[in-house]
C-alpha cells in the first residue's frame, strides 16, 4: 500500500519569504496531486503532475519519478498563502483513489 | 469557473438516522468521486463513479453507503443508518482527464 508521507508538518514563514513543501511515496503512481485547504475546510486542487515541473503564479510544484518525491514551492509568499497544504498520491490504474498525505500546515506572518 | 457544488454545508443527524449528501458536479466530467475527512485527520477516499456505475470503492465505503445519479445532475451520497463516528467532512469531486479534479467545498456532518 502507498504511504504518503510531507514534510514539514508544521511551517511559520514572515511575508515575502521562498516556501518549500515536500512528499515522498512509496511505490509508482500515476499522478501526484497538490491540494491547499483552507481553514473553512474546503479543498482546492492546485496542481496534478506525472513528470517535472508545473508553476502556477507563484507556486511551483516538480516532481522527481525515480526519487518518488515532490515539491511544492511558493515564492514571495504572503500571508493569504496561509492555508494547510496537501499531496495525494493516484496509483496507476486507479480513479479517484488517492492516497492522501496528513497535510502541511503553513503560517505566513506580515 | 466552474464550480462542484455541495449542500447542505452543514447538517446534523441523530444516530441511526438516514441522510444524503448531495452534489452537483461539473456539467461535462465524467468521473465523480467522494472522500471523507474525520476532524484532525487525513483525507480518506471512499468512492469513484463512472458511466452510472461504482468502479472503485474503500473498504470504508461499506454497506452502509451508497451512491447514485439520479437525474443526471445530482450526484448523492447516501448513509444509512448513521453512526457516530460518521462525523467528518464529505467531499465530493469531480474530474476531467485534461484538467484535474475540482472538489466542492464540503459538507460538515455531525452525528449526535
Known amino acids: 500500500k502507498n504511504e504518503v508521507e510531507q514534510s514539514p508538518q508544521n511551517l511559520t514563514a514572515q511575508e515575502g519569504e521562498f516556501i518549500t513543501i515536500n512528499c515522498s511515496y512509496s511505490?509508482?503512481?500515476?499522478?501526484l496531486h497538490w491540494l491547499q485547504q483552507h481553514p473553512g475546510g474546503g479543498i482546492v486542487s492546485l496542481f496534478m503532475?506525472?513528470?517535472g515541473k508545473k508553476k502556477h503564479g507563484r507556486l511551483i510544484a516538480t516532481i522527481n519519478i525515480q526519487e518518488k518525491h515532490s515539491s511544492l514551492h511558493i515564492t514571495a509568499s504572503h500571508p493569504r498563502d496561509s492555508a494547510v497544504y496537501i499531496c495525494?498520491?493516484?496509483?496507476?490504474?486507479?480513479?479517484?483513489?488517492?492516497?492522501f498525505g496528513k497535510g502541511t500546515k503553513l503560517s505566513v506572518k506580515p | 469557473e466552474p464550480e462542484v457544488t455541495q449542500t447542505p454545508s452543514h447538517q446534523v443527524t441523530q444516530m441511526g438516522q438516514e441522510v444524503i449528501l448531495r452534489c452537483v458536479p461539473i456539467?461535462?466530467?465524467?468521473?465523480f468521486y467522494w472522500y471523507r475527512q474525520i476532524l484532525g485527520q487525513k483525507v480518506e477516499f471512499l468512492v469513484s463513479?463512472?458511466?452510472?456505475?461504482?468502479?472503485?470503492k474503500s473498504e470504508i465505503f461499506d454497506d452502509q453507503f451508497s451512491v447514485e445519479r439520479p437525474d443526471g445532475s445530482n450526484f448523492t451520497l447516501k448513509i444509512r443508518s448513521t453512526k457516530l463516528e460518521d462525523s467528518a467532512m464529505y467531499f465530493c469531486?469531480?474530474?476531467?482527464?485534461?484538467?484535474?479534479?475540482?472538489f466542492g467545498s464540503g459538507t460538515r456532518l455531525t452525528v449526535v
Open positions: 469531486a469531480s474530474e476531467d482527464y485534461n484538467y484535474g479534479y475540482t
Open positions: 511505490v509508482g503512481i500515476s499522478a
Open positions: 456539467s461535462n466530467h465524467l468521473y
Open positions: 463513479f463512472y458511466n452510472n456505475e461504482i468502479s472503485e
Open positions: 495525494a498520491a493516484e496509483e496507476g490504474g486507479s480513479q479517484g483513489n488517492l492516497i
Open positions: 503532475l506525472s513528470s
